[in-house]
């Protein structure tokens, strides 16, 4: 073989790594456009903060048997997730852009109400379900609405309540709250359920006793 040919052999090579590379590059920039790693971070995250809270220092105590275990409620799926579900008409639901909740509404609810009923009742409230502990009372149901309206331009919190006295019975009631006027703005809108998931948490802490 000739010196002329192995070079024009070894251009040939070159090229077509060269190509190859190129190939390759492309795919991974035709890729990029498509897949987001991560995706967008929301606009802003909300939460649920009690309006009623126990002072710093012990907190109530007592006997298994006066205790009241609050379970987190049961969610329809259009708010078992982290969004804001918006009713736009009797059958059809879009969902609030630009906010999120930190978590899913019913377990930031359930904590809600156990540190309201603390600090109104003065009870002994555990939150987790411990089999070492058998507790007097039992505190659960299912958080019907908990979102923006956008009809009547407001919020509202429904929560069916399920209560399981010490005696075994069972009693049941639906609170509920809403408010008018309402924009439909995450952090507005964030702002409205809070205040209603209060309202509701300190009618159920009442009920309770």
Do not use: K
Not at 37 to 48: R, S
Request: charged share 20%; hydrophobic share 40%.
């Amino acid at each position: 073989m000739t010196s002329t040919q192995t070079q024009q052999q070894r251009g040939l090579r070159s090229a077509v790594c060269g190509s190859r590379a190129l190939l390759a590059g492309l795919a991974a920039l035709s890729l990029s456009g498509c897949i987001s790693i991560g995706g967008e971070a929301p606009e802003m995250l909300l939460t649920l903060t009690p309006q009623s809270t126990l002072a710093a220092g012990p907190g109530p105590s007592g006997q298994a048997a006066s205790a009241l275990l609050i379970e987190e409620p049961d969610a329809e799926q259009r708010i078992a997730v982290t969004r804001v579900p918006v009713q736009v008409d009797g059958s059809s639901v879009a969902y609030l852009t630009g906010a999120e909740w930190v978590e899913r509404p019913a377990r930031l609810f359930r904590r809600l109400l156990a540190e309201t009923v603390r600090a109104r009742s003065g009870r002994l409230v555990m939150e987790r379900d411990d089999s070492s502990v058998v507790p007097g009372e039992t505190l659960r149901g299912t958080l019907r609405q908990f979102g923006y309206d956008a009809a009547g331009r407001s919020v509202t919190v429904t929560f069916d309540a399920v209560r399981r006295t010490r005696d075994g019975t069972l009693q049941t009631r639906r609170f509920t709250a809403t408010e008018q006027n309402v924009e439909p703005e995450g952090i507005v809108a964030g702002a409205a359920l809070n205040r209603s998931a209060n309202r509701v948490a300190q009618e159920v802490a009442d009920w309770i006793g």
